[in-house]
Nanobody
Framework: QVQLVESGGGSVQAGGSLRLSCAAS????????MGWFRQAPGKEREGVAA????????YYADSVKGRFTISQDNAKNTLYLQMNSLKPEDTAMYYC?????????????????????WGQGTQVTVSS
């Protein structure tokens, strides 16, 4: 059974950095497309970044491009999201997710419907 557990969230001031981690059990990351999503209160869950099977191709939402970096450590079976130059609008619950069937590869943007496994989330709060 696939389990995803996020960690690394917290409270930072604008301009600061955080690194989120997502540890997997029951599967290996490199076999699947993986994504990071976020959801702010009263808003829909949105895709932030993705890394596709093999780890060589990545995707970033325009809102985080140049500030966030997604990566994975195959030896540790852990997914990361390095977040730099954080802004108050980055405040949200952040979730990692696994696309078991690879359908996210065929979209131009991340869609929650492609990801069947989710972590419990980790809160990121950025103050101005």
């Amino acid at each position: 059974q696939v389990q995803l557990v996020e960690s690394g969230g917290g409270s930072v001031q604008a301009g600061g950095s955080l690194r989120l981690s997502c540890a997997a059990s029951g599967t290996t990351y490199r076999s699947y497309n993986m994504g990071w999503f976020r959801q702010a209160p009263g808003k829909e869950r949105e895709g932030v970044a993705a890394i596709y099977t093999g780890g060589r191709t990545t995707y970033y939402a325009d809102s985080v491009k140049g500030r966030f970096t997604i990566s994975q450590d195959n030896a540790k079976n852990t997914l990361y999201l390095q977040m730099n130059s954080l802004k108050p609008e980055d405040t949200a619950m952040y979730y990692c997710a696994l696309d078991r069937y690879g359908s996210s590869w065929y979209r131009s943007a991340l869609d929650t419907s492609d990801f069947g496994y989710w972590g419990q989330g980790t809160q990121v709060t950025v103050s101005s």
